[in-house]
């Protein structure tokens, strides 16, 4: 019995270390692209938007938090990773995650989404000044009483208005530039036929200089336009080469270019020519394997993906990948 136990836990031991030999061999392969590595005190880290005027990536926790990692302006070895130093961190937010975040240059701060991954119970929108990181506000979007919700990204028009998607219901909360609720957007078309195309909702939302929302359902693909000067009209843009199953993040990149985060590939460049009326996937880009792309920003003109998962014990490395993209 006591043999039989032991071979088969030998067994076990070597089934597992295939999965953790190739995670290793993955991890310390060279990367195609340029990569900024940094430790952090967490496994999960859903978003990264780049501040340009303080050259930073900010980041936001999956445990509660954001943190900013500083980038020298001169160039640092590719092996010596960044180091992540937490930035917010809110005692009355505690046992709810920090997820997609869009920098308000305009009005010098940061908005932040708020959810209860687990429960789906709260859902809230956050706001902080980007020099001191005092809260400005702090806007309820749901609770226990409501319907259950996934406060999952956030967008900002140019009169500082915000729009938060809800990964779970699959609707928009508007809230107006000082932190008032406004209204909820919703539509039949953000609402799938099938059952298992509902389990992930609306997700990545961008505005448009031209005057609407862009916003990506996950689960289905479906991309879809919100025009706000036609009282938030709602429109499915037809893409070539979709639909965007499993898209995740979004960045604008041009008025006319859309990166799309998400899982195989880890994104792609979608193009429209008509005002987003229609589109196509321009170009595909695959990077690390053992990731996961949740989020796309804009440093310098290139684009970088933030992944879901760190790796390593007991310092955990994230890493921001540039994304090229081949057709």
């Known amino acids: 019995m006591a043999l039989c136990s032991a071979k088969s836990l030998l067994l076990l031991l070597l089934i597992s270390a295939i999965p953790i030999a190739y995670l290793i061999s993955l991890e310390v392969a060279k990367p195609a692209t340029h990569v900024y590595h940094y430790h952090s005190s967490g496994w999960f880290r859903e978003c990264s938007k780049w501040d340009d005027l303080n050259r930073r990536f900010l980041v936001s926790f999956i445990e509660g938090g954001v943190g900013q990692v500083l980038v020298p302006e001169e160039s640092q070895s590719a092996e010596t990773p960044l180091e992540e130093v937490t930035v917010v961190k809110d005692v009355d937010l505690a046992g709810n995650a920090s997820l997609g975040l869009v920098v308000d240059r305009p009005r010098n701060r940061l908005l932040v989404a708020v959810a209860d991954v687990i429960g789906n119970r709260y859902g809230g929108l956050a706001a902080y000044d980007l020099s001191t990181w005092k809260r400005l506000f702090l806007t309820h979007l749901s609770g226990p009483s409501d319907e259950k919700s996934f406060a999952d990204d956030v967008a900002v028009d140019a009169e500082g208005n915000a729009y938060v998607t809800d990964a779970k219901a699959s609707k928009i909360w508007k809230v ?61 843009i037809n893409v070539v080469g979709g639909p965007l199953t499993f898209g995740d993040g979004l960045e604008l990149i041009s008025p006319t270019k859309l990166v799309v985060a998400g899982n195989s590939p880890s994104a792609r460049l979608v193009e429209s020519s008509d005002g987003w009326e229609t589109a196509s996937v321009a170009s595909k880009f695959s990077g690390p394997r053992h990731r996961l792309a949740t989020g796309a920003t804009v440093k310098d003109g290139r684009v970088y993906l933030s992944h879901l998962i760190g790796m390593g014990y007991p310092k955990k490395k994230h890493a921001i990948v540039e994304a090229v993209f081949s057709s």
Request: hydrophobic share 45%; aromatic share 12%.
């Open 176 to 236: 107006g530039v000082d932190g008032k609720f406004l209204s909820i957007i919703r539509n039949p078309l953000f609402n799938p036929k099938e059952w298992h195309r509902t389990l992930v909702g609306l997700n990545g939302i961008v505005y448009h200089p031209d005057g609407f929302l862009i916003v990506i359902h996950t689960f289905s693909g479906n991309l879809f336009k919100i025009d706000l000067a036609k009282g938030e009209e709602v429109k499915l």
